[in-house]
């Protein structure tokens, strides 16, 4: 028996040296959080020089970028980026982060056809590397891994030998601040995940990520001080060492290193995971059905008679029996879909990343008519008597016949993307684009009749993910500039602005036209009365939610107000008891704002492609 335990050891023993001696040295770059299109131009200067001191050096195989590559997403921010890091003489790994695609004027699809993925796979000198892409997508939201990255993670390591050492590049930190980060664990920790590396807090850090090595590098920007700077990595069969290089400069001693070993990581319950217990105070709420889809549904689903319709992440529109929840029908577009569908009696119509608008027959998903619009289509329709007004990322705004699809009039003078929901009110439409301002057009024309900023120079203060409300001739608008304003709706001027509440780009407005409310940034809903003259909080009611600031609109039916949270609760609160009727949580990832179909139905989506029928007993 002893004999045996020192053969098995000596086995042991010879297989690790086995794996770990196939590894050779080699030493590569990792440069992370570039921003660039960041005012001044400063980034563009930091990633030049960076570039630079690479080409400078022998003896780096690859580089690998983890993110943040622009400051907002942008087809000339993107194309400058890859104009300047083509200039490197070597193999360069890139995967976008939360500013590429979070106000991407594309829905990420830019990126993808600029630098040719979003994810990467290769083996190099004995390690695996692997990285792919975090959202938030189009909308404010937690990192996410998305959920066809997830399904391609599955793939991609149900072939990697269990003893395959393993590197994973993401942009974000392998812990809460990705909604789903347990799932990136909980796969990493099957394989010899020796590794985690990324950015986003733009400083060098070491971590342990239950257990994984993690470690995140400095941004390239130069900050408060006269340089910017990356990290070489080197690597051998015994240790992995970072250190932080400034361009021109001779390279700083090492700040931290990874021990190389064959890791066998426990799969136990010490760890914190998602918990569904709060389901239990509220039995009379049911999840009648529930829908997979195979990427991210970042809209809100039309709702017929029979069929939910809603798009997804990897382009296909789809619908599903409203009774049951099956599939029922798939229309595959050129790209992902962030529109939310809106129907009219036979006719359901989609904006699509792929630059087209849609229109089906919504029982079949037979096309009917489609129209090409001149960059992505991210804003969402509405239908109103036999026309269809939709905003596009070509800075245009339409007007289009809903039987035809012929095009009654445009505005083009938009200066960024359109992604939300416009509103139709006396005659007007009115919406916001990711360019500071909220537009008002006349319904019949498409004639500016006024526009309104909120005096920030930051794009990303934009009212644009808000879609306005209004009542006896005001509308009301959220942003991030975390106010709540009221504007004249005949003249666009600011009749109040109130951020006596943290109220982010979430709102919405009681039938009786007597309460505009909306999600403030920690646990409440508030409501502030209607009227032209400014007006302070009137109530709130404590949710109990926690930090939230995606953009999950108000909507209310039959005196209570719904709306989705950031990890994946629906709401029910009452406009006149002012308390929660229920909460239920259905996903740990942005809950998108919810179709309430009566005040015992809700169809909510989230952007983890979960889509479920809420049925709520009597």
């Known amino acids: 028996m002893i004999i045996m335990r020192k053969i098995f050891l000596l086995l042991s023993v010879l297989m690790v040296q086995g794996v770990f001696g196939q590894i050779k040295a080699f030493r590569f770059a990792l440069v992370s959080d570039t921003h660039i299109g960041s005012p001044n131009g400063a980034a563009e200067e930091d990633l030049r020089r960076t570039i630079a001191d690479i080409n400078g050096q022998t003896g780096i195989a690859f580089v690998v970028i983890t993110g943040d590559i622009t400051e907002l997403g942008m087809d000339s921010e993107l194309l400058l980026a890859k104009r300047i890091l083509d200039s490197l003489n070597i193999k360069y790994y890139i995967i976008p982060g939360?500013?590429?695609?979070?106000?991407?004027?594309?829905?990420?699809?830019?990126?993808?056809?600029?630098?040719?993925?979003?994810?990467?796979?290769?083996?190099?000198?004995?390690?695996?590397?692997?990285?792919?892409?975090?959202?938030?997508?189009?909308?404010?939201?937690?990192?996410?891994?998305?959920?066809?990255?997830?399904?391609?993670?599955?793939?991609?390591?149900?072939?990697?030998?269990?003893?395959?050492?393993?590197?994973?590049?993401?942009?974000?930190?392998?812990?809460?601040?990705?909604?789903?980060?347990?799932?990136?664990?909980?796969?990493?920790?099957?394989?010899?995940?020796?590794?985690?590396?990324?950015?986003?807090?733009?400083?060098?850090?070491?971590?342990?990520?239950?257990?994984?090595?993690?470690?995140?590098?400095?941004?390239?920007?130069?900050?408060?001080?006269?340089?910017?700077?990356?990290?070489?990595?080197?690597?051998?069969?015994?240790?992995?060492?970072?250190?932080?290089?400034?361009?021109?400069?001779?390279?700083?001693?090492?700040?931290?290193?990874?021990?190389?070993?064959?890791?066998?990581?426990?799969?136990?319950?010490?760890?914190?995971?998602?918990?569904?217990?709060?389901?239990?105070?509220?039995?009379?709420?049911?999840?009648?059905?529930?829908?997979?889809?195979?990427?991210?549904?970042?809209?809100?689903?039309?709702?017929?008679?029979?069929?939910?319709?809603?798009?997804?992440?990897?382009?296909?529109?789809?619908?599903?029996?409203?009774?049951?929840?099956?599939?029922?029908?798939?229309?595959?577009?050129?790209?992902?879909?962030?529109?939310?569908?809106?129907?009219?009696?036979?006719?359901?119509?989609?904006?699509?990343?792929?630059?087209?608008?849609?229109?089906?027959?919504?029982?079949?998903?037979?096309?009917?008519?489609?129209?090409?619009?001149?960059?992505?289509?991210?804003?969402?329709?509405?239908?109103?008597?036999?026309?269809?007004?939709?905003?596009c990322s070509d800075h245009q705004f339409l007007a289009i016949e809903l039987k035809t699809g012929q095009k009654i009039w445009s505005f083009g003078g938009l200066d960024g993307p359109v992604v939300g929901t416009p509103l139709i009110f006396e005659n007007k439409i009115i919406f916001g684009a990711w360019d500071r301002n909220l537009y008002a057009l006349e319904k019949s024309t498409g004639k500016l009749l006024w526009s309104w900023n909120n005096g920030s120079t930051v794009r990303n203060f934009s009212p644009a993910a808000c879609t306005p409300v209004a009542h006896d001739s005001v509308v009301y608008v959220v942003a991030p500039d975390r106010y709540l304003t009221a504007l004249d709706a005949t003249t666009g001027a600011a009749l109040w602005r109130s951020n006596e509440a943290a109220v982010r780009e979430s709102i919405g407005i009681t039938s009786d036209g007597k309460w505009v409310v909306a999600k403030t940034m920690n646990d409440s809903i508030v409501a502030f009365a209607t009227s032209r003259e400014k007006q302070s909080p009137a109530w709130f009611v404590n949710c109990q939610y926690a930090y939230d600031h995606v953009p999950s609109q108000l909507v209310e039916k039959n005196g209570l107000l719904f709306f989705g949270t950031r990890i994946g609760v629906v709401y029910a609160v009452g406009s006149f008891t002012r308390q929660v009727a229920w909460a239920y949580k259905i996903d740990n990832s942005m809950v998108n704002t919810v179709r309430v179909i009566d005040g015992s139905h809700i169809v909510a989506s989230t952007m983890d492609g979960k889509v479920v029928l809420l049925e709520v007993s009597k």
């Open 98 to 391: 939360n500013h590429d695609t979070g106000w991407s004027e594309s829905g990420g699809v830019s990126f993808t056809s600029i630098f040719g993925a979003d994810k990467f796979l290769f083996d190099y000198n004995g390690i695996r590397m692997m990285g792919c892409a975090s959202g938030p997508y189009v909308r404010m939201s937690d990192g996410h891994i998305p959920r066809d990255a997830v399904n391609w993670m599955d793939s991609v390591l149900q072939k990697t030998d269990s003893r395959q050492p393993l590197i994973f590049f993401n942009h974000y930190p392998l812990d809460n601040s990705l909604d789903n980060w347990y799932e990136g664990v909980d796969r990493l920790k099957t394989k010899n995940t020796i590794a985690y590396l990324c950015g986003h807090g733009h400083a060098n850090k070491a971590f342990s990520f239950e257990g994984i090595p993690g470690v995140m590098g400095r941004s390239n920007l130069r900050a408060k001080v006269p340089l910017g700077g990356y990290n070489l990595v080197d690597v051998t069969a015994s240790l992995i060492t970072f250190t932080e290089r400034k361009p021109g400069l001779a390279s700083r001693s090492p700040w931290t290193s990874i021990a190389v070993t064959e890791h066998h990581y426990a799969n136990d319950s010490v760890y914190t995971r998602p918990s569904y217990a709060m389901n239990l105070l509220s039995p009379h709420v049911k999840e009648r059905w529930r829908y997979a889809s195979d990427a991210n549904v970042v809209n809100t689903p039309a709702v017929t008679k029979e069929l939910a319709i809603f798009g997804n992440s990897l382009g296909k529109i789809q619908a599903v029996d409203l009774k049951t929840g099956k599939s029922v029908w798939s229309y595959q577009t050129g790209a992902a879909i962030y529109s939310s569908a809106a129907v009219k009696e036979d006719k359901v119509v989609i904006g699509s990343g792929d630059g087209t608008i849609y229109c089906l027959q919504n029982k079949t998903g037979k096309l009917i008519w489609k129209l090409k619009a001149g960059a992505a289509v991210l804003g969402c329709p509405v239908i109103d008597d036999d026309s269809v007004y939709i905003g």
